[in-house]
């Protein structure tokens, strides 16, 4: 997948994309659908018009206590789209998304990974920040089912405007949104599943799981299994690729 580069600052580069797959994938979500993000949804999305209308989203009760949307970051050229469940405190606070600790131990797996940044978009289910306060803290929450269907349309439009080769979904939450309830990250990691949504889908654990584990051995062996994870991932995409271009006319 190129060279290994580390994320940078720029976000959007709104670039035209090559043929995509012919698995068919959403280019927008049914707009009637009044209890989700559907309405906002723009006509023609771009990543752009997109990150505009979910600043001003509204669509589940999680715009009161987040301080800000937080939109999915990359290029429309990304070829692999990692889905997280939710911006964490540091994201946030900085508007953007896997910024925080689990966002940097994710920026050392994938250059370990040999998998480059500019080769990659990022986003979650949610885009608001759930929270609950522990003394000063604020700790994370996880996100119910009416929120994570409210806020669906915004993920399933990214889909759409990037159509990825690969998806992977970074935790049980993410896995059971896009690949259904009866996915069991635990035994199941870096096994792809047949989708509409894109040639490749799969789930792996969430970094944050890994700065969790009780021991630095433990941490350092989830560590390991992640990457290789990863690795196993930007192989399929490799091939993936490869064969693809073999059937293209030349």
Known sequence: MGGIVSRTVDVVVEQPKSPGSPVARPDCVKREDNDTAARLLPTRPTLDKLRTAAAGCQACDLWKSGTQTVFGEGKRSATVMFVGEQPGN?????GRPFVGPAGGLLDKALVEAGIDWTDVYVTNVVKHFKWEPRGKRRIHKKPNAAEIHACRPWLEAEIGVIKPVAIICLGSTAAQALIGAKFKVSLQRATFVPSPLAPLLTATVHPSS??????DQA???????FVEDLRKIREAISR???ARATLLPH
């Open 219 to 225: 941490r350092q062996t989830e560590m390991r299994q």
């Open 210 to 215: 890994i700065l969790r584990a009780p021991t």
């Open 240 to 242: 993936h690729t490869t």
């Open 90 to 94: 540091s994201e946030d606070l900085e």
